[in-house]
């Protein structure tokens, strides 16, 4: 599977971010802790240009705190300051807000406020951030992928104006392992995608990297090998049965990724950063 999901408001946001790109300051990424590789638009990278560009891990607090340590070091490494954080707290919006003007190049206007455009892919949590770092709901955020459509620009103050955009992925996300990670982790509209295929897919790496965390959650007595397994047996569990007393894969697949989503697991990673370069 591959995902090729680039709605029209996806084609008119990315028009829109190039446009106002001109008078950009500061650019902050928001990341998703649990898959921060998979979850770096590339379509963004060049819209941004040189741009400096804060790069927020969020949800951190449904990520594998281990993983994203993992990660933190490897964004250092690549020379990028990463943060990590929960866009809901209002103490990381702080420390937001006390880094980005340290971040913006010297300019002949500096009687202008600092102009901030934050960027990511759908359901990162950009909108979420950007209400805590104004301290009132502004935009709207909800669990579900391309909640904003429009671009929407706040002022805090005479020093900083915020841009929330809307949520973009990229034409053709052609690796399958990112494609599937990323429907998991829930940036990606179920009607675009196959959610028993990707439940199965993501099952499989659960089972590899978190046995006792799925153990745990579904009291299985004997973990199976593969993901297809999983779904089953979890929907023996959950009673999703249909008739004939056969599992209900689909909403197998539906319990799945909800309660991987709301953290209800555990804390999650799906993704490592690349093992380091040998000297
Ligand atoms: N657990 C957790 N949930 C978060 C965090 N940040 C955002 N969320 C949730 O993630 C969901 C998506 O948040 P939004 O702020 O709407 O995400 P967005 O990036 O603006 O999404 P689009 O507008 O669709 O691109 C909401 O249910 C938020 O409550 C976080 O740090 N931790
Ligand atoms: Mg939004």
Redesign the pocket.
């Known amino acids: 599977m591959s995902i090729q999901w680039f709605p029209g408001h996806m084609h008119r946001a990315r028009k829109q971010i190039a446009l106002v790109m001109a008078k950009v300051d500061v650019v902050i990424e928001?990341l998703d802790a649990r898959l921060p590789g998979y979850s770096e638009n590339p379509l963004l990278r060049e819209l941004r240009g040189p741009r400096p560009c804060l790069k927020v891990l969020?949800?951190s607090?449904?990520a594998d705190p281990a993983v994203t340590a993992s990660w933190m070091d490897f964004y250092r490494e690549c020379g990028t300051v990463p943060m990590e954080i929960?866009?809901?707290s209002p103490k990381d919006a702080k420390r937001i807000l006390a880094i980005l003007p340290g971040m913006v190049k010297e300019r002949n206007f500096l009687m202008q406020p600092v102009n901030c455009l934050i960027v990511?892919i759908?359901?990162?949590?950009?909108?979420?951030l950007m209400n805590t770092l104004v301290g009132r709901k502004v935009a709207r955020?909800?669990?579900q992928?391309?909640?904003?459509t429009k671009q929407k620009r706040v002022h805090i103050g005479d020093e900083l104006t915020l841009y929330d955009t809307?949520?973009v992925l990229w034409p053709k996300i052609v690796s399958a392992t990112a494609s599937y990670m990323l429907a998991g982790s829930g940036a990606v509209r179920e009607t675009a995608m196959d959610n028993a295929e990707v439940a199965a897919r993501v099952g499989d790496y659960l089972l590899r990297e978190y046995p006792i965390l799925l153990q745990e959650r579904y009291k299985l007595a004997e973990l199976p090998l593969e993901g297809l397994e999983l779904l089953e047996a979890l929907g023996k569990k959950r009673g999703c049965l249909i008739k004939g007393g056969e599992v209900d894969v689909t909403k197998a697949a539906g319990i799945l990724l909800n309660e991987l989503r709301a953290?209800q697991i555990g804390r999650i990673s799906l993704q490592k950063p690349p093992a380091p370069k040998a000297a």
Not at 122 to 128: E, F, H, I, L
């Open positions: 928001v969020n949800k607090d449904l929960s866009a809901t990511g759908p359901n990162v949590g950009k909108s979420t955020a909800a669990n992928a391309a909640i904003t809307p949520g953290g």
